[in-house]
């Protein structure tokens, strides 16, 4: 069974570009996860899909964070204009259900380094 | 506010020993979710194991057991005859009913390093 996939792995910019992450979940899954971690920190969530509707996105910068996830299946995370604090790692995740019992499967990542 | 708490930012341990990684966790809901993940060098969060509020027995998953103490608020991971592949950040998580939609909230994770 494929994993959930990010790309692209590494993405170097500078501060006020714009910059878009992003994920396939496994197949079948219909909730998705956006997490920002921070180094130094555990990730936080930013926004939770459950199919293509959004059932949580209360710590999401909507000033300049959006995402979207067409069709229920891909996603793709953007970031304009980008600031220094927003240097870190996002990782996408998903699980079978929303459940708390349901595992969430992580992606490997989208190192950010904001100049 | 549910609230995870792990308290070493470090830990050493030689290989083949046992290892106890600490979490304490705070929340008012009966009914929340805990597990541990393992995220390596690579970037990737590793699921490890998973304990129930409700589950009477601590859960075990091969060489991993989760140390659950409801009364204490605490669920502590035990590595058992421990690796060197098991130098990695290992985080605590928690996941219930009233944290907006069953998100995860991570705690800010303990750095494990194996020596041979």
């Known amino acids: 069974e494929a994993g959930v996939a990010q790309s692209p792995r590494y993405k170097i910019i500078e501060k006020r570009q714009s910059v878009a992450f992003w994920c396939n979940p496994i197949s079948g899954h219909a909730t998705l996860y956006w997490y920002q971690q921070i180094l130094g920190q555990g990730p936080k969530l930013l926004i939770q899909f459950q199919n293509n509707g959004v059932v949580d996105d209360s710590q999401l910068p909507k000033d300049r964070f959006s995402a979207e996830r067409l069709k229920g299946v891909d996603s793709t995370l953007k970031i304009q204009p980008a600031k220094l604090e927003d240097s870190a790692v996002y990782l996408c995740a998903s699980s079978e259900g929303q459940t708390f019992y349901n595992e969430q499967f992580f992606g490997p990542g989208t190192r950010l380094t904001v100049l | 506010a549910q609230k995870i708490t792990q308290t070493q930012p470090g830990m050493f341990v030689q290989e083949k020993e046992a290892v106890t990684l600490d979490c304490t966790y705070d929340t008012s809901d009966p009914s929340y979710g805990l597990f541990w993940y393992k995220q390596p060098s690579s970037g990737e969060m590793i699921f490890l194991i998973y304990?129930?509020?409700?589950?009477?027995q601590n859960a075990t998953e091969g060489r991993y057991s989760l140390n659950f103490q409801k009364a204490r608020k605490s669920a502590n991971l035990v590595i058992s005859a421990s690796q060197l592949g098991d130098s990695a950040m290992y985080f605590c998580a928690m996941r219930g009913p009233n944290t907006g939609f069953q998100k995860l909230v991570f705690g800010t994770g303990t750095r494990l390093l194996v020596s041979p």
């Open positions: 304990q129930g509020s409700y589950d009477q």
